[in-house]
């Protein structure tokens, strides 16, 4: 089993601040898909949620049924620190193929890219299950490769294979309001179970 698959691998790099993903805020393309949100009793996960700006963003909006994932305890126990209001039964410190509950929206940030790719059709599957009948999956994606990972990159027609099984596939498109460093390589993906 590959390091990165491991808990241990990702606390360590959060321990010696090698967490180069962490913006240190919401990432813009998905404040800006929250903002338009209206049902505030939306039912969300966030999977591989880090240090949790998407959660934080979305309980200060007024989200109350926001559920954290990671399966790393350091940037739960972080987020729990900073955050001493937010119910502790919706932060999950788990395995995300090993969760089970049924969501509204699920909110990808940052866990597609860190999986090993030969678990993306997995990946694929069980946020099918963890979606209600008309529930969406939001988030970014990288629409670029790199040279070793993670992060691990891809493109269009790739995600497609994963995904087309288990949803109407409505927007791939290119972000226009990615951060400096990811400009020109992010996708911002919106199925519908």
Not at 28 to 39: F, G, S, V
Not at 48 to 66: A, R
Not at 153 to 179: D, L, M, V
Request: charged share 20%; net charge negative; with cysteine.
């Amino acid at each position: 089993m590959n390091d990165f698959l491991s808990p241990d691998y990702w606390s360590q790099r959060y321990e010696n601040q090698q967490h180069g993903w962490d913006l240190g805020q919401i990432s813009p393309p998905i404040k800006a898909y929250i903002d338009q949100l209206t049902n505030k009793d939306l039912k969300i996960l966030i999977p591989g949620c880090g240090s949790g700006h998407e959660g934080s963003y979305l309980w200060k909006e007024g989200f109350k049924q926001v559920n954290m994932l990671d399966f790393s305890p350091h940037p739960l126990e972080m987020f729990k620190k900073n955050h001493p209001d937010f119910p502790e039964n919706q932060i999950h410190c788990e395995d995300f193929f090993q969760h089970e509950e049924l969501y509204d929206l699920i909110i990808e940030q940052t866990l597609f890219c860190a999986i090993d790719p030969s678990l993306r059709s997995k990946y694929g599957e069980k946020v099918a299950t963890l979606l209600k009948p008309g529930g969406k999956l939001i988030g970014l994606l990288f629409n670029r490769s790199f040279e070793v990972g993670p992060p691990f990159g891809g493109n269009q027609e790739e995600y497609e294979n994963y995904f087309s099984a288990h949803f109407s596939i409505t927007g791939f498109e290119a972000c226009h309001n990615s951060i400096t460093p990811r400009s020109g390589s992010e996708l911002f993906i919106k199925f519908i179970k």
